[in-house]
């Protein structure tokens, strides 16, 4: 099969992946062999070909927003030509604290989809069958693939940061998973204030029905309930704190921060104001977020790519220049 290859992490350059041939998977205890339909790109991903998640396998195949079809499955579950989707994270122990107690997105032995394991920028990859998604006929292959993390973390975000129909919501940074995000909280008649630093990112916006959009770290002139930053940065962590009411919530959508710069409590922090970090998710909320979108006919427009491509698509999310989610597809377009 052809795969797209990490084998020395550092900066992106149009190499950083490349094509290979290597044998179909052989599929373990407990894991379903999959062909690959379609196989978002994600941020996560650009973090792992530049090493700023330290490398944890000799070789990699990253990617982790995967639509495929079961080959073959130990699963009665799950039968040969079965479509299910696969997430960031591939398993979990079980047994640990956090697993316990219902918490399995903070598991102590997790295993990670295209980081820990080989993930979907190929034409097969095998998964646990404990962590498939089963997917919606009404979700189409390649505008499913983003719900699959983008999505699915996006909505554990609302989740940490306690949104409420109807709140003033805001979202600093407004790539795909804020644009997917956007879709829920119009659906749920929130007002949302989106800052951003990409002018076709505040177009965009605009576009949609934001109820204002500003620059990265601008604050939005009404006091919000809640806000969720996506760019990996601390300043825009703390924009995202002056912006929230007393009793409000921040919660960080990012895997990795360039740093926390010092900000005043009292002004800032005090008044029961909250922040958060978000970690990984849990197999329920995909399970909910799968049903909310295809209740509210989310269907994002994917910009695609052949698998031979994947260096131009990350290259595409590093400079903030794509028009939406970038979907590889293995097969060709």
């Not at 703390?238 to 990795?256: P, Q, T």
């Not at 849990?282 to 509210?296: C, K, M, S």
């Amino acid at each position: 099969m052809k795969a797209a290859i990490l084998r020395t992490p550092g900066p992106l350059n149009e190499t950083s992946l490349r094509i290979e041939e290597i044998p179909i998977p052989i599929s373990r205890p407990g894991h379903a062999l999959l062909k690959i339909h379609a196989c978002g790109v994600c941020r996560t991903d650009l973090h792992i070909v530049e090493g700023e998640l330290p490398p944890k396998l000799d070789w990699v195949i990253p990617g982790h927003q995967i639509v495929a079809e079961i080959v073959q499955s130990p699963d009665p579950s799950f039968q040969k030509g079965d479509r299910v989707g696969v997430s960031w994270i591939g398993g979990t122990d079980g047994s640990c604290h956090f697993c316990r107690t219902g918490r399995e997105n903070l598991c102590d032995h997790p295993t990670y989809t295209g980081y820990t394991q080989h993930g979907g920028f190929a034409e097969y990859m095998t998964a646990r069958t404990d962590f498939l998604f089963p997917l919606p006929k009404a979700l189409e292959d390649r505008a499913a693939a983003p719900l699959l993390c983008a999505g699915i973390i996006g909505f554990r975000s609302l989740r940490i940061a306690e949104v409420k129909p109807g709140q003033h919501v805001g979202l600093f940074g407004f790539g795909s998973s804020a644009q997917l995000l956007f879709q829920v909280l119009k659906a749920w008649n929130c007002l949302v204030y989106v800052s951003t630093r990409e002018s076709h990112h505040q177009r965009l916006a605009r576009t949609l029905g934001a109820e204002w959009v500003g620059g990265g770290t601008e604050v939005p002139p009404e006091l919000l309930d809640s806000a969720i930053t996506f760019a990996p940065s601390g300043d825009v962590v703390v924009a995202a704190l002056r912006s929230i009411d007393k009793g409000g919530i921040v919660a960080i959508n990012a895997i990795h921060l360039d740093r926390m710069p010092q900000f005043d409590y009292d002004s800032l922090l005090w008044g029961e104001r909250q922040l958060r970090s978000v970690t990984n998710m849990t197999r329920q909320d995909g399970t909910d977020f799968l049903r909310v979108a295809t209740e509210i006919g989310l269907k994002p427009a994917v910009v695609p790519f052949g698998l031979d491509q994947i260096n131009e698509a990350l290259r595409g999310l590093k400079e903030d220049r794509l028009s939406g989610p970038a979907v590889i597809l293995p097969n060709g377009l």
